[in-house]
């Protein structure tokens, strides 16, 4: 008999668990309703609206990261050690991407900030302020975030303007210091050079006097042809880097220019009606991208007659060595002392014209601000119009799912404890027994 009054334990089917959900709609549609209403009014009224600005920096010299550290530990002896003094410094894309947020540059940003009107630490800007590398290309993309959509767009740009000069300047600092290095070691190769060049005049003058002012005066000669020589060199990398501006500014001009011309319908009286109106368009040369085309032609005339100028200079400077060294050869041939003198002599003047080709290219580079060239600012950053958080709709989605799940997750637990009887199911499933009758519930009048 006991065994009879046993509840039967039997799992909820479909329609068990939709009369479940069907008894408890009232507090699911409460429990998810106050679930979006709750994210909307934080959305929408409570939680800030985050703007990012965003700024492209293109790199002009990034060295590849897996050649990087063959490039500095293989230099060729002298010559080796004299080019990467004198020339830019090539770093890699991660490097240029960690410069962007080094605390110099924060600090000069903040600096410049203050002035106008927005106050932020370097310590702030370091966390509003993202860098990344655009994958495939030399560009590195600059973003930060603030509440106010015009001082998003004011940090990209004061970080990027300060990053540009921080570059500058390292780099004008590093041609600088280049220069001073390379005409330090001139200035000393010169000393010795001219006390080699004493020393050999003096072991000449026993061998006769002809011979020796022969030779004094083809190297006089040869030291003047070499200062024209530089001069004409320093003309041609002027002339070849203006030719290279040319060149820039007319690939960014179109050559021609398009006019489109609208005709509006007109009405005309009589059997032909209104005439249908059309658009007509002609194209002319442009006449800046002409005259760039000019102005490079012109420039490259020039830059043929430097080059014709530094050839011929060579050429003669070739010329007179070749004569120098025959005239010493056949004047001295049986002294080694005085063919050791000038091999040193030799070796010396080398050394100091590739010296001074090196200076020439740091002093010219410096003089044209190439250092400024290595990084620019590609694209500039807008003020946003959109704010990239709170992403209402996300939010309003992820307060309906997460109202749901919690409203029925509730709903089965309070099921799962509520033990009393309240319907005739109630009863066969705690007896096992079917229902004879149901006594209705009436209410008096």
């Known amino acids: 008999m006991d065994n009879a009054l046993q509840p039967v334990s039997e799992g909820l089917d479909l329609r068990q668990i939709l009369g479940v959900l069907g008894k408890w709609r009232w507090l699911i549609a409460l429990v998810t309703g106050v679930s979006v209403l709750t994210s909307g009014f934080l959305s929408f009224f409570v939680l800030p609206r985050i703007y990012s600005g965003t700024a492209t920096l293109d790199v002009s010299y990034a060295a590849p990261t897996q050649n990087q550290g063959a490039q500095q530990s293989n230099p060729q002896g002298l010559q080796g050690v004299i080019q990467s003094v004198a020339t830019l410094p090539q770093n890699t894309l991660e490097t240029y991407q960690w410069q962007v947020t080094n605390p110099v540059v924060l600090d000069a940003t903040s600096k410049a900030l203050a002035a106008l009107g927005v106050s932020l630490t370097p310590a702030q800007l370091s966390t509003t302020i993202k860098t990344s590398l655009v994958a495939n290309t030399n560009l590195i993309s600059v973003s930060a975030t603030d509440t106010n959509p015009v001082v998003a767009a004011q940090i ?91 060149r820039q500014q007319r690939q960014a001009v179109p050559p021609t220019l398009t006019t489109v011309v609208t005709r509006a319908p007109a009405a005309s009286g ?43 200079l060579r050429q003669a400077v070739a010329g007179l060595n070749s004569g120098i060294q025959a005239l010493s050869n056949k004047a001295h041939d049986s002294q080694a002392g ?43 950053a807008v003020v946003p119009i959109k704010p990239i958080k709170p992403n209402k709709k996300l939010n309003l989605a992820l307060a309906l799912v997460l109202g749901l799940l919690v409203s029925v997750g509730l709903v089965f637990l309070l099921e799962q404890f509520d033990n009393t009887i309240k319907t005739p199911d109630d009863v066969q499933g705690l007896t096992n027994l079917p229902t004879l009758a149901v006594i209705p519930h009436f209410t008096g009048e």
């Open 156 to 246: 990209v740009n004061t970080l990027t303007a300060q990053y540009l000069k921080t570059v500058q300047a390292q780099n004008h600092a590093k041609l600088t210091q280049a220069a001073g290095f390379l005409q330090d070691q001139a200035q000393s190769v010169q000393r010795q050079l001219a006390t080699a060049t004493a020393a050999l005049t003096k072991a000449e003058g026993g061998a006769g006097s002809s011979g020796s002012t022969a030779l004094k005066s083809d190297q006089q000669e040869l030291a003047t042809l070499q200062g024209q020589l530089t001069q004409a060199q320093v003309q041609l990398s002027a002339a070849q880097a203006g030719l290279t501006a040319l």
């Open 270 to 312: 009589g059997a032909s009606g209104a005439q249908a109106g059309g658009a007509t368009s002609t194209t002319e040369p442009n006449p800046t991208y002409q005259g760039l085309v000019q102005q490079e032609a012109a420039q490259q005339v020039t830059v043929a007659q430097d080059q014709a100028t530094v050839q011929a």
């Open 338 to 380: 005085i063919q050791a003198l000038q091999t040193q002599v030799d070796e010396l003047t080398q050394t100091y014209q590739t010296l001074e080709q090196n200076l020439t290219q740091a002093q010219v580079a410096d003089s044209m601000s190439l250092g400024g060239t290595v990084v620019t600012l590609a694209a500039p």
